[in-house]
């Protein structure tokens, strides 16, 4: 996956809501993201508390995008993933939707990482159940299935892990 970055980082302080001390460190950078374009990072962390937050701010409007990734072995689960704090992930084989908390944050992780962002999701709604059998076999290549990502903002991508010749 590639990022340029096309404008030095901006910093500034600013006042933490968590633990009410001035001392949030807020980072704001223009990026281009391969596939998405030019998008505002927005991270921000406070040295006191260690509170920390991350989003893209697309910097066109775009419709909202959907993508549908299937993982058919355990190759598949390295292959990165561009998450906005708006995406809804989708397993429709499972039966499983995952809407944004009010604390989603932008990430890029990789599959297997949302995979256990959503193992982790279910057991603690409903504790252990079928579904964290069916995630556990999605990661040792033996139930293939469709992950699906839903944006709004249409910033959130999965970029397959490109295979590289010996």
Do not use: W
Not at 67 to 93: M, R, T
Not at 94 to 108: D, K, N, R, T, W
Not at 119 to 125: H, I, V
Request: net charge positive.
């Amino acid at each position: 996956m590639r990022s340029s970055h096309l404008f030095n980082t901006l910093t500034f302080n600013v006042f933490c809501p968590d633990c009410e001390s001035d001392s949030v460190i807020l980072q704001q950078r223009i990026i281009n993201l391969e596939g998405v374009g030019k998008v505002l990072r927005v991270n921000s962390y406070c040295e006191n508390c260690h509170a920390s937050s991350s989003e893209f701010i697309p910097l066109r409007v775009k419709k909202n995008h959907v993508v549908k990734f299937f993982i058919k072995d355990k190759k598949d689960l390295g292959a990165k993933v561009i998450k906005s704090q708006a995406c809804i992930f989708k397993i429709p084989e499972l039966g499983v939707e995952l809407e944004p908390g009010p604390e989603s944050q932008a990430e890029i992780i990789d599959v297997d990482s949302v995979l256990s962002n959503i193992n982790l999701a279910l057991k603690y709604e409903y504790g252990l159940n079928r579904l964290s059998n069916d995630i556990k076999n999605i990661k040792k290549g033996k139930k293939k299935v469709t992950l699906i990502l839903e944006d709004p903002t249409g910033v959130s991508r999965v970029i397959p892990r490109k295979l590289k010749h010996l």
